[in-house]
C-alpha cells in the first residue's frame, strides 16, 4: 500500500480565478466602448440606453461616454446607462 498523499488534491473544485463582483465604473465616469460597469449575479442592475449585457449578467459600455445610474419603470428598477460624448459635442 502506498503511502503517498495525492498531489494537488488541495486545488481540486476551487475556480482557478475568482470573479470580484460589484461596481467597477460610478456615475459621471468617462469610459470607452466595451468597459465593464458592473459585474453581478442576477439582475441587481439593468441594461439602459448603450449598455449591454453578457450571459452572466455582466454589464458593459456600447459606447464611449459617460456613465449615468437612475431608476426607470413603474418597478423601479434600477438601471445603468452611458451618455455618449459625441452628443454632448454636438449640442
Known amino acids: 500500500m502506498a503511502h503517498k498523499k495525492a498531489g494537488g488534491s488541495t486545488r481540486n473544485g476551487r475556480d482557478s480565478k475568482p470573479k470580484y463582483l460589484g461596481i467597477k465604473r460610478y456615475g ?12 453581478q449575479r ?4 439593468h441594461p439602459g440606453r448603450y449598455v449591454g ?8 459600455a456600447l459606447k464611449t ?5 437612475g431608476v426607470k419603470g413603474a418597478l423601479n428598477k434600477r438601471c445603468v446607462s452611458i451618455e455618449p460624448i459625441n452628443e454632448e459635442v454636438a449640442a
Open 42 to 45: 442576477g439582475t441587481q442592475f
Open 28 to 39: 459621471g465616469q468617462v469610459i470607452n466602448a466595451g468597459t465593464i460597469i458592473v459585474r
Open 65 to 69: 461616454g459617460k456613465v449615468v445610474f
Open 53 to 60: 449585457i453578457g450571459k452572466d449578467h455582466t454589464l458593459y
